[in-house]
C-alpha cells in the first residue's frame, strides 16, 4: 500500500509540474505565437463560452452513451455466440477485421447521407465500440478454467450451465477491461460524425464552428472537454472494475480478431468457408443499402462501386484521382506508423532502463490519448502548421500509446530467470536485452504492429481532412462538397481494403518470422 500511495504521490506531483510549466509557456507566447495558450486562459475561455456547452455536450453524450449501450449489446451477443461456435468465428473473420481496420472517418459522410437525426452518430459509436468488447467477450470465455468446467458437466451441466456458471463468471474481468477502453471509443465515434456533419448541436458541430477563427484558447477548452468526457468514461468502469473485482484484473487485450485455425478438413469445405468470408462482408454491405431505402443515386452497392470506378463515363478520371490521392497517403501512413512503433518501442524500453523517467511522461501520454483525435488535431495545427510534420505528429500521437501499452507488457512477461542467465555470465543490461527480452517479446511487436495499422491511417486521413488538403481525406471532404457520392463511398471502400491488406499483410509476416524462431503468435 505504502508503494501504491508513493506512486500516487509521484503521478500528482508530475501533474503539478506538466501544468505550471503549461502555464508559464503559455502565458509567455513561447508556442508558435501563442497557440498554446496558459493553463488559466483556457479556463478563463472556458468560463465565458459557458453558455454554449450544455446542448453541445449534452447532444454528444446522448448519442455516444446510446451507441455505447447498442455496440456492447451487440458485441456481447456476438462474442458468446463466436466461442459457442468457432465455425461462426471463421465465417465473421472478415467482417471483424473490416470493423476493426474501418477508419471512422471514411464512413462518417456515408452515415451522414444514408441516416437521420442522430442515428449517424450513434451508429458510428456502437461501431466503434463492437470490436474491442466482442475481443474482450470471445478471450474472456474461451480461456476459462476447464477444470471448472469440467466439474459443472461431472454434475450434468450442459453447454449453457457451463457458459452461466463458469465461462461468463471467469470473463467478467477481461469484459470489463474492453468496456473501459470501448468507453473513449464511443465518444470519438460520435465526436466523428457530428464532424462529418451530422446534426446542429454536439462537441464536432462545436469544434467546425470554431475553426478559422484565430482562437486557440476557444479550440484548447473544446478539446479538453471532449477529453473529460471520454476520461470519465474510462475512469467510470476503472472504478466499477475496483468494486466488483477487488484485485482482480484483466490482461491487456491483443490488438488481433480473436482467431482460430481453420480445421481439418476437405478442400473443398475450405474453399467455402474462405468464400463465406469473403462474401459475408459485402452480403451485410448490401443488406444495409437495401434496409437503409436510400435513393440509387446517393447509396452505393458494392456493384455499384465497381460500376462507378470501372464501368461509367468518368470511370478513368475517378480512377486517376484515386490512385493520386492513394499516393499521397500511403507513403506518409507508412513513415507515421513506423515512428510510432519505434517511439513505443523506446519508451518500452524506457520502463525497463529509466522508469522514473517514464512514469514522469506518462500524463501526457494519458491526455494525448484520451483526447478524441478530431479535438487533437486543430490544436497541433496551431502548433505545427498544415505541412507534413503535422501528418507525422497526428499518426505518432494516435498510434504511440496502445503499442507502447503492448510492447511494455511483453517485456514485463518476460520471466525474470530467463534475464538471471545472460546476468549470472557478465552481459550487461544491454546485452541481456538483444539476447533474451526483445527476442521473447517479439510476438508483441507483431501486435503492436497489427494494432497500429489502422490507427495510423485513421490519422493520416484526418489530418487530410482537417489540415493538410491532401490525399485520402482531402478527396473524402472534397466529394462530400460536390456531391460526388459514387466517389465517397469509393474512397471508405478503398481505404477500408488497405487497412485490411496492411493488417492481413503483417500476419503472414508475423506467422512466417515466429515460425521460423519456433514461436507463438500473441494472438
Given amino acids: 500500500m505504502a508503494e501504491g500511495a508513493g506512486g500516487r504521490r509521484t503521478s500528482l506531483r508530475n501533474v503539478a509540474v506538466l501544468l505550471l510549466v503549461w502555464e508559464v509557456v503559455g502565458r509567455l507566447d513561447l508556442v508558435a505565437g501563442g497557440a498554446l495558450p496558459g493553463v488559466t486562459e483556457i479556463l478563463i475561455r472556458l468560463w465565458e463560452d459557458r453558455a454554449d456547452y450544455p446542448r453541445h455536450v449534452g447532444a454528444t453524450l446522448s448519442a455516444s452513451a446510446l451507441g455505447f449501450l447498442i455496440g456492447n449489446a451487440v458485441a456481447l451477443a456476438a462474442g458468446i455466440a463466436f466461442a459457442l461456435s468457432p465455425p461462426l468465428l ?121 475553426l478559422g477563427r484565430g482562437e486557440p484558447d476557444r479550440l484548447w477548452g473544446i478539446g479538453l472537454v471532449a477529453t473529460a468526457i471520454a476520461g470519465l468514461g474510462y475512469l467510470i468502469f476503472g472504478w466499477v472494475a475496483g468494486r466488483l473485482l477487488g484485485a482482480t484484473r484483466a490482461v491487456t487485450l491483443n490488438a488481433a480478431a480473436p482467431d482460430l485455425a481453420a480445421p481439418p478438413g476437405a478442400p473443398l469445405q475450405r474453399v467455402l468457408m474462405l468464400c463465406g468470408v469473403i462474401a459475408m462482408p459485402l452480403l451485410l454491405w448490401w443488406a444495409f443499402i437495401q434496409l437503409s431505402g436510400v435513393p440509387a443515386m446517393i447509396s452505393k452497392t458494392p456493384l455499384g462501386v465497381v460500376e462507378y470506378l470501372f464501368l461509367a463515363e468518368r470511370a478513368a478520371i475517378a480512377r486517376a484521382k484515386l490512385g493520386a490521392a492513394l499516393a499521397e497517403t500511403l507513403p506518409i501512413t507508412f513513415i507515421g506508423m513506423a515512428a510510432g512503433i519505434g517511439f513505443a518501442f523506446l519508451l518500452a524500453l524506457g520502463t525497463r532502463l529509466f522508469p522514473n523517467a517514464i512514469r514522469a511522461f506518462m500524463p501526457v501520454a494519458l491526455v494525448s490519448q484520451s483526447m478524441p483525435l478530431v479535438a487533437l488535431t486543430p490544436l497541433l495545427v496551431l502548433i505545427f502548421g498544415r505541412g507534413t510534420s503535422l501528418t507525422l ?12 501499452v503492448t510492447l511494455a507488457q511483453g517485456l514485463a512477461l518476460v520471466p525474470q530467470s530467463a534475464r538471471d542467465v545472460p546476468r549470472a555470465y557478465g552481459a550487461s543490461v544491454w546485452q541481456e536485452l ?90
Avoid at 450513434?122 to 480461456?143: N, P
Avoid at 466523428?192 to 446534426?199: D, N, R, S, T, V
Avoid at 505528429?393 to 507502447?404: N, Q
Avoid at 472534397?478 to 469509393?490: C, H, K
Fill in 90 to 210: 471463421r465465417l465473421f473473420r472478415g467482417v471483424n477485421i473490416a470493423l476493426f481496420a474501418l477508419p471512422p472517418i471514411a464512413i462518417a459522410p456515408i452515415l451522414v447521407l444514408t441516416l437521420s437525426g442522430m442515428a449517424p452518430r450513434v451508429v458510428l459509436a456502437a461501431l466503434s465500440v463492437y470490436f474491442v468488447t466482442m475481443t474482450a467477450t470471445v478471450i474472456g470465455l474461451t480461456q476459462s478454467d476447464s477444470r471448472t468446467s469440467d466439474v459443472v458437466r461431472a454434475y450434468g451441466g450442459g453447454r449453457w450451465a457451463v457458459l452461466r456458471l463458469v465461462q461468463l463468471r471467469a470473463a467478467l474481468p477481461t469484459i470489463i477491461a474492453g468496456f473501459q477502453i470501448a468507453a473513449p471509443n464511443a465518444v470519438l465515434g460520435a465526436i466523428l460524425a457530428e464532424f462529418g456533419g451530422g446534426g446542429r448541436w454536439g462537441l464536432g458541430t462545436y469544434l467546425l464552428g470554431s
Fill in 393 to 404: 505528429w497526428v499518426t505518432i500521437s494516435v498510434t504511440f500509446f496502445p503499442a507502447f
Fill in 434 to 523: 538483444r539476447m533474451v527480452t526483445l527476442p521473447a517479446a517479439l510476438p508483441y511487436l507483431f501486435a503492436a504492429t497489427r494494432l497500429t495499422v489502422p490507427r495510423a491511417l485513421l490519422g493520416v486521413m484526418i489530418a487530410e481532412w482537417l489540415a493538410t488538403g491532401k490525399g485520402l481525406g482531402n478527396l473524402l471532404n472534397q466529394s462530400r462538397g460536390q456531391l460526388d457520392f459514387g466517389m465517397i463511398w469509393a474512397v471508405a471502400c478503398v481505404s477500408v481494403l488497405v487497412s485490411i491488406l496492411l493488417y492481413q499483410a503483417v500476419v503472414v509476416v508475423e506467422r512466417r518470422v515466429l515460425r521460423r524462431l519456433g514461436m507463438q503468435t500473441a494472438e
